[in-house]
């Protein structure tokens, strides 16, 4: 990866290596001379001087550069050169599907939880971003060189689950409308003799998770969890009376109105949280959440040992992340938390938005919007936005079958670049003879497709540490966007010029392998025909 060398030709392992936007500012920028000049009392741009000429003196300077300058008020900026840049060609090519693979992990156990919707009802599409989201990451940690495990937590315990079986027995406290409650009531009719709607909501939520839930995951959105935790199981084995059992040891409870309490406020949280509900209160003496995401993540940390775990949660649950991080506080718990928010989607079709209410059971499913659209639009679509901003899905769009479609605009590509490599393996006795020259790749859409193709490692690394998957979808444009540019400009196949030929196929061939990995992370195929 190029940024490192440059970070290991600088021999400052702590140097900041950014890509300037203005392509006149280099390929590559540093402004480790203003933060020297700072920490040592000098002039940026003397600090700068000093070691561009420390630089310039190093063979290795003119194998990566073709120059270095210096801006005010203390830049220095990186120019690649040419031999650097064909000489990645023949490695990605080397490479193949492992190009881009790093030991940033070092094998270290990461845990991404993911979707963990409550088995209430199906689906939704706050779901399906949160769960292409969480696929996305957990192939760049694999990527990046991390053992990664995806985990959903089955929330079928507690008090949804009784709202559910209210809802199906359509009393008094029922909460959620829909279809489904309509056909889930005529299937469990047979089980309303004791009308107890915790034994109701139970049986419900064990059907919509088998049934809709877990084949909606595989089958429609082919995603594959490594574990699909229970919250049941949970409290049955006695995990959630263990840490009950410990939070009390350790000082971290009291009781109040009738309620035991967390001391979270002691340890970052905004207030103090209920662990047991008051005996007064409808929900009789019961467990809250919190207590079992407790026990949960002490399983994750302590019991299973991951070095890391990433939550990936809908916007609702905004609440919880200063709790559950003063619990781990607490208790001490080894390795990193990460919470992600997904925040919400808006679906527009005409122009017009389309309202939304899962409790008032008027609401498209995940399932009826990949009915609509294919999988790869949908993942795509999902992709392209950052976590923390609001999104807004436009249906027209996605149903839109042309390079209009980004989605399409990058699989035609990849569709292209098969379709030129198949020709040339028809006509490959032409090129028998033509020498692999890579150093004939000199022309400026030529380097700017090759600067694109190394990004990919940078990319790889960048999201693993800040988890900003959008990248992926919008490298996989700029990436395309380069290649057309290549394809207008430079006559890939010329049998006037068959070493330029032989050099350019392996740039095509050379990207189809870039842009085919960058699609597998994506978890989108990489259609051969279009």
């Known amino acids: 990866m190029l940024r490192q060398e440059i970070k290991k030709f600088l021999n400052m392992p702590e140097a900041e290596i950014g890509r300037p936007e203005n392509r006149n500012f280099g390929d590559y920028s540093t402004n480790v001379a203003l933060k020297l000049a700072k920490k040592e009392g000098k002039n940026p741009m003397e600090a700068a001087e000093e070691i561009k000429k420390n630089l310039e003196s190093g063979v290795r300077n003119q194998e990566l550069f073709k120059k270095t300058e210096i801006v005010k008020p203390g830049f220095i900026n990186f120019f690649v050169s040419d031999e650097y840049l064909q000489k990645e060609i023949g490695q990605i090519i080397e490479d193949g599907a492992e190009y881009g693979r790093l030991k940033l992990g070092d094998n270290k156990k990461v845990q991404v939880e993911f979707i963990s919707a409550n088995p209430t009802g199906p689906l939704t599409l706050g779901n399906g971003r949160g769960g292409f989201f969480g696929d996305a990451l957990a192939n760049i940690y694999g990527k990046a060189g991390f053992s990664v495990k995806r985990e959903y937590f089955i929330n079928d315990a507690g008090y949804q689950v009784e709202i559910l079986g209210h809802s199906i027995l359509g009393d008094e406290k029922a909460q959620y409308q829909g279809q489904y409650i309509d056909e889930l009531r005529k299937k469990f009719t047979g089980f309303f003799s004791s009308k107890d709607p915790k034994k109701v909501g139970e049986k419900a939520a064990d059907y919509i998770m088998e049934k809709?839930?877990?084949?909606?995951?595989?089958?429609?959105?082919?995603?594959?969890?490594?574990?699909?935790?229970?919250?049941?199981?949970?409290?049955?084995?006695?995990?959630?009376?263990?840490?009950?059992?410990?939070?009390?040891?350790?000082?971290?409870t009291y009781e109040k109105e009738g309620a035991l309490w967390f001391r979270s406020a002691d340890f970052g949280d905004d207030k103090d949280r209920v662990l047991i509900t008051s005996d007064k209160n409808e929900r009789n003496n019961e467990a809250t959440y919190i207590l079992s995401d407790i026990a949960y993540h002490h399983d994750k940390f302590v019991e299973r040992k991951f070095d890391k775990a990433v939550d990936v949660w809908g916007a609702d649950h905004h609440g919880y992340v200063g709790r559950l991080k003063a619990a781990k506080k607490a208790l001490q718990l080894p390795g990193e938390l990460e919470i992600?928010?997904?925040?919400?989607?808006?679906?527009?079709?005409?122009?017009?938005?389309?309202?939304?209410?899962k409790r008032e059971g008027t609401y498209i499913t995940l399932d009826e919007l990949l009915y609509e659209i294919p999988l790869d639009v949908a993942r795509f679509f999902f992709l392209m936005y950052s976590p923390d901003t609001h999104m807004d899905f436009n249906l027209d769009l996605a149903r839109e079958q042309s390079e209009k479609n980004p989605v399409y605009y990058v699989q035609y590509a990849y569709a292209r670049i098969h379709s030129i490599l198949a020709k040339f393996k028809v006509q490959s006795s032409k090129f028998k003879v033509a020498s692999q020259n890579?150093?004939?790749?000199t022309h400026p859409s030529e380097m700017d497709l090759i600067?694109?193709?190394?990004?990919?490692?940078?990319?790889?690394?960048?999201?693993?540490?800040?988890?900003?998957?959008?990248?992926?979808?919008?490298?996989?444009?700029?990436?395309?966007?380069?290649?057309?540019?290549?394809?207008?400009?430079?006559?890939?196949?010329?049998?006037?010029?068959?070493?330029?030929?032989?050099?350019?196929?392996?740039?095509v061939e050379a990207t189809g392998i870039v842009l085919k990995n960058t699609l597998d992370l994506m978890g989108i195929s990489a259609p051969e025909k279009m």
């Open 212 to 252: 809709m839930i877990k084949p909606t995951v595989r089958e429609r959105m082919n995603i594959k969890f490594d574990e699909w935790i229970s919250e049941k199981k949970m409290r049955q084995t006695g995990a959630v009376e263990k840490i009950l059992k410990l939070l009390k040891e350790k000082n971290l």
């Open 340 to 357: 992600i928010i997904m925040q919400l989607v808006r679906l527009f079709e005409g122009g017009q938005e389309i309202r939304m209410s």
């Open 438 to 441: 890579l150093k004939l790749l």
């Open 451 to 507: 600067k694109q193709l190394i990004r990919l490692p940078e990319i790889i690394e960048d999201t693993a540490l800040d988890y900003q998957v959008q990248r992926l979808p919008q490298y996989a444009l700029e990436m395309v966007r380069a290649f057309h540019k290549f394809y207008e400009e430079c006559r890939v196949i010329d049998d006037k010029n068959l070493d330029l030929t032989a050099a350019r196929l392996k740039l």
